[in-house]
T-cell receptor
């Protein structure tokens, strides 16, 4: 079974630009969660999508948004990039059952904002 | 605000030594998970504990969930270089199992 895949793996953008990251979950998984990992703040939850609906949301500004498609693939978008958005963005997929189920993480997309 | 504090932040030990990593919170979690992350990769789940006082063993790793479900510990016996990595605890609240609150992390280096 293929694992969680994320594209692209590396990205360089400049301040003010916008970026879209993609995540393909494990086949059969309906929940996709996104996390931001930085040296200063560690791993922080951005949002979770389940069956194309945002089910949970973290404490990030509205510049961070996401969506999920009918095949459970998910994208997250960051508009008007700031230097502080430089981070490793991780997505995790799970069955999304009420008890959650094991979350499997992808390798991440490393974003550098100049 | 970081709700889960891990200690120590860094640990450098020699092969064969024992170590314990602590994960503490003022919040009660419905479950707590431990992950290991290696450079360039995403975190990999090691264990999930759900019952207060629960102890789980995974080969040389022993995980314990506090009685009040606010803290946890990871003990590694006879550490090996392959244990090197970033260890993360993560808590989940009832009803939001996919929304994990991660700890500050413990970076472990095991040398020969």
């Amino acid at each position: 079974k293929a694992g969680v895949t994320q594209t692209p793996r590396y990205l360089i953008k400049t301040r003010g630009q916008q970026v879209t990251l993609s995540c393909s979950p494990i086949s059969g998984h309906r929940s996709v969660s996104w996390y931001q990992q930085t040296p200063g703040q560690g791993l922080q939850f951005l949002f979770e999508y389940f069956s194309e609906t945002q089910r949970n949301k973290g404490n990030f500004p509205g510049r961070f948004s996401g969506r999920q498609f009918s095949n459970s693939r998910s994208e997250m978008n960051v508009s008007t990039l700031e230097l502080g958005d430089s981070a490793l963005y991780l997505c995790a997929s799970s069955l999304g059952t009420p008890r959650g189920g094991t979350q499997y993480f992808g390798p991440g997309t490393r974003l550098l904002v100049l | 605000t970081q709700l889960l504090e891990q200690s120590p932040q860094f640990l450098s030990i020699q092969e064969g030594e024992n170590l314990t990593v602590y994960c503490n919170s003022s919040s009660v979690f419905s479950s707590l998970q431990w992950y290991r992350q290696e450079p360039g990769e995403g975190p990999v789940l090691l264990v999930t504990v759900v019952t207060g006082g629960e102890v789980k063993k995974l080969k040389r790793l022993t995980f314990q969930f506090g009685d009040a479900r606010k803290d946890s510990s990871l003990h590694i016996t006879a550490a090996q270089p392959g244990d090197t990595g970033l260890y993360l605890c993560a808590g989940a609240y009832t009803g939001t199992a996919s929304k994990l609150t991660f700890g500050t992390g413990t970076r472990l280096q095991v040398t020969l």
